[in-house]
């Protein structure tokens, strides 16, 4: 928890200079901006922090959301398919591409990396192909503004992904931190030969990550597809694996495998979504968005190391 | 006889709680070859290691060409012309056979590159001098292992070797491959280089060695010259060594049979078979020599090697164990040789590590029932007498033998039938060891088969109730206890078939 703590104190902080320098950081609007993109991006770090919790990691994410999100467009306004077939259709494909990359890595003992990294060009392709590199919109939504309501609309005054963010994570917590699998996930992530040793399908347990990292993923394709409204095949979804892994590794998700919690991913969503608000509302130039991220990773990442060689040494010096 | 070109005087080494060289002599002439054997455990390694500079000799001296001289690391050792062959090759397969002779010392050109046409030149000579026929530019990984094992003694010729140490060379190779590897051993002993030679194949140092110095014990236990080293006297001369007995009969109800493996076929040895049955409340050892596969027998017994043939029989039905899984869940279980890394997750916690195999036990829905599992780990740390402040301490902060009961608390957390404990208490302290010793004994009274893996002699003499003898991914026999010494062992353990023992297998 020591972790997560010390990530949290630093949103914290972040948050209280931002409001201090420009009070707008607290307007309502805002507010229910930023928790809609937390949402967004909530969703599907979830995912990714669950492979990494494995020991593996997933680069496809951004693809896929180009994908599903334009299987979804299609399915929609092309092919005229009612919606919860169309969103069924699009968890499908992308619990498909999952279970591809799962059975890849453990069957054939693939290197993650590799596999995602075809998966990342391979998606990106597909996508832009079907759409023969056409942006795609949903229109006026005539026949699904049910689903529209229901991913870009509002609950309780909230914006629904965030809603959705809420509920995921509830189950996903119960999931990593009080089941059986939970447990084996963690087992096999640090040490896959003495989880097999004890008699835990270690292939199943990792190949089943990527499932689930998948179909959320798919969910926030679907999301996504809302909230842009439409769907550039070549740029949408650009580089968010990326945010994915920033934000779990930042909440204490460590790549060795084996480390991290929902409540950490969670508030690493939040840290960068934040932080891109931040380079918004203080008048940094936007072209440094991308800097200040990848400063704050580089930062939180080497504070949290230098404590824990300083603890490690702690131990050694223990006296027996 | 000429001077020696090695001479070793009065080596002692001693560890933190043991002895390991006491007082050890060798010397080593121009030209020779001489063999080193012994148990595990006798101070081989430890002496071939300060040869190496690995260690350095808490007394004793070193001489080399009769001048006195200290051995400080690998480089030391290789400015004064001794190699290592090691049992593990320590070749780059991604290079080709010239890059790696000329590993770390790689010629220049003009452009500060490596000056490739040079190595190859160079290292043609060395291949020919080994009657090895093979491109200096063939990669490594697409040798066999005795032509990469040859790059390495090319290698050691590269570096003006004028003692070569083979560390159980032939552990890996095939028949004529090895035979070919002695003729080398004597030809190169005949261009002047001397040869140290350890194995465990007491047949391959009678082809090879002109003389057999035997370990027992850290100690020099004596030798013999060519003409006298037979298989009995060898084996007499390893043996011998003192035993404290401890062994205490047990009463324990016996069911002959209740378990039997056969057809056992391990990834090491894929030729050969292991069959054997074992009785509900014994202790049935398993005695052998390092590389005997013995814990590779054990592995493939639970599921976690592959073996299509095997047959498994437990209290009279055939079961079939194809995974890990399987096995516990017919209560097969293993304590595996290497605690940290296949015996226990160490970062994760005492009470995560105990219930790791059963959790569905401590579970409903699928959901972990926290105060049931901590209810479990907290047995296990009463009865086993588990020292860890709490249930929540993290494996790595843990002594050794309270790691190993850690692992041993995993399993009895369930209701064992079987039982295979591989090395039970390697590098763990003596009062945790009789403590381990107890809890096996205890486990057998209880109605448990119990398979002990053990490369320590006065443990496996100790505990056992029989002794299966491996050798080279086979029984050679089994003793019954009154049969059960040194000499027995170290007879079957070599190899050689003796009357006293009986067949691992009946119908």
């Known amino acids: ?320 | 006889m000429t001077a020696p070109l090695l001479e070793m005087r009065g080596i002692s080494k001693r560890f933190p709680g043991v002895v390991a060289l006491d007082s050890v002599s060798l010397h080593v002439a121009p030209g020779e070859v001489v063999a080193i054997c012994g148990e595990n455990g006798a101070g081989k390694s430890t002496l071939m290691k300060i040869l190496g500079g690995v260690h350095q000799p808490d007394a004793g001296e070193i001489l080399l060409d009769g001048r006195p001289v200290k051995i400080q690391g690998v480089t030391d050792a290789m400015r004064f012309g001794i190699a290592f062959i090691h049992q593990e090759l320590n070749v780059l397969d991604n290079l080709d056979v010239a890059a790696n002779v000329f590993l770390g010392r790689e010629p220049k050109n003009a452009f500060g590159l490596i000056n490739s046409k040079k190595i190859h030149a160079d290292t043609g000579p060395f291949l020919k001098r080994l009657g090895l026929q093979i491109s200096t530019r063939e990669r490594l990984d697409k040798l066999s292992i005795a032509h990469q094992q040859m790059v390495e003694i090319a290698k050691a010729l590269s570096l003006n070797a004028r003692l070569i140490i083979m560390d159980e060379p032939t552990s890996s190779l095939t028949l004529s491959e090895t035979n070919r590897l002695l003729e080398l051993v004597r030809e190169l002993a005949a261009q002047g280089v001397s040869i140290i030679y350890i194995s465990h194949r007491l047949g391959e140092i009678d082809e090879c060695a002109d003389r057999v110095v035997v370990l027992r014990d850290g100690k020099n236990a004596g030798e013999l010259t060519e003409a006298e080293a037979t298989h009995d006297k060898l084996v007499n001369l390893m043996v011998g060594r003192e035993i404290k007995s401890f062994y205490v009969k047990s009463g324990a109800q016996k069911t002959p049979g209740f378990f039997k493996a056969r057809n056992v076929r391990s990834p090491l040895y894929p030729k050969k078979s292991v069959s054997f049955a074992a009785a509900r409340g014994e202790i049935l050892g398993f005695a052998g020599l390092v590389g005997a596969g013995r814990s590779e027998m054990a592995k493939t017994i639970v599921g976690l090697d592959a073996a299509p043939e095997k047959e498994i029989v437990l209290d009279g039905k055939t079961v079939s164990v194809n995974t890990p899984r399987d096995a516990i869940e017919r209560g097969i279980y293993l304590v595996p040789e290497n605690r940290r890394t296949e015996g226990l997750v160490v970062e994760m916690s005492v009470r995560e590590n105990v219930t790791l195999p059963s959790l569905k036990n401590f579970s409903r829905l699928g959901l972990i029932q926290r105060g049931r599992e901590c209810k479990a780990a907290r047995q296990q740390i009463d009865s086993l007498k588990i020292k860890t402040p709490t249930v929540e301490t993290r494996v790595l902060n843990l002594s050794g033998g309270t790691q190993q009961k850690v692992v041993l608390g995993k399993w009895l957390a369930m209701s064992p039938r079987v039982m295979i404990f591989d090395e039970p208490t390697r590098g763990i302290d003596v009062g945790a060891k009789a403590e381990i010793y107890r809890i096996m004994r205890a486990l057998a009274e209880q109605g448990t088969v119990i398979l002990m893996i053990s490369s320590d002699m006065e443990e496996i003499l100790n505990v056992s109730d029989r002794i299966a003898v491996m050798h080279e991914g086979e029984i050679t026999g089994v003793l019954d206890r009154e049969d059960c010494n040194e000499q027995n062992v170290m007879q079957l353990a070599t190899g050689k078939k003796i009357p006293v023992a009986k067949a691992a297998y009946e119908n």
């Open chain 1, 1 to 320: 928890m020591k972790k997560e703590f010390g990530i949290f104190i630093l949103l914290v902080l972040l948050c209280a200079v931002t409001g201090f320098e420009n009070p707008r950081f607290f307007s309502q609007a805002n507010l229910i901006n930023m928790a809609n993109v937390i949402g967004l991006f909530g969703i599907f770090s979830l995912g990714a922090g669950l492979v990494i919790i494995t020991a593996g990691i997933d680069l496809s994410v951004g693809s896929m959301i180009a994908l599903t999100g334009m299987l979804l467009v299609m399915s929609l306004t092309e092919w005229h398919w009612p919606w919860p077939l169309a969103v069924l259709f699009v968890a499908a494909v992308a619990m498909a591409l999952g279970w591809a990359h799962g059975f890849l890595i453990t069957k054939f003992r693939m290197q993650p990396f590799i596999v995602t990294l075809c998966g990342l060009l391979l998606y990106r392709g597909i996508a832009r192909f079907i759409a023969q590199d056409a942006t795609k919109g949903f229109g006026d939504a005539e026949g699904f503004k049910t689903l529209q309501s229901l991913a870009n609309g509002k609950l309780f005054g909230l914006p629904m992904p965030f809603v959705l963010l809420i509920v995921i994570s509830v189950v996903m917590g119960i999931v990593l931190h009080r089941s059986i699998y939970g447990r084996y996930l963690y087992a096999a992530g640090r040490n896959e030969e003495a989880a097999r040793f004890s008699g835990i399908n270690t292939r199943r347990v990792i190949a089943s990550s990527y499932v689930l990292a998948a179909l959320l993923t798919g969910l926030s394709g679907i999301l996504f597809a809302f909230y842009t409204n439409s769907v550039s095949p070549s740029t949408h979804g650009n580089f968010y694996e990326l945010y994915g892994i920033a934000a779990a590794v930042l909440g204490g998700c460590s790549l060795r495998g084996g480390e991290g919690s929902v409540i950490g991913i969670l508030i690493g969503v939040a840290l960068l979504q934040v932080l891109q608000n931040l380079v918004n509302l203080l008048g940094i130039p936007s072209s440094l968005n991308f800097a200040v991220m990848g400063a704050v990773v580089l930062i939180g990442v080497l504070a949290d190391q230098i404590f824990k060689n300083r603890s490690a040494k702690k131990i050694a010096h223990q006296p027996k």
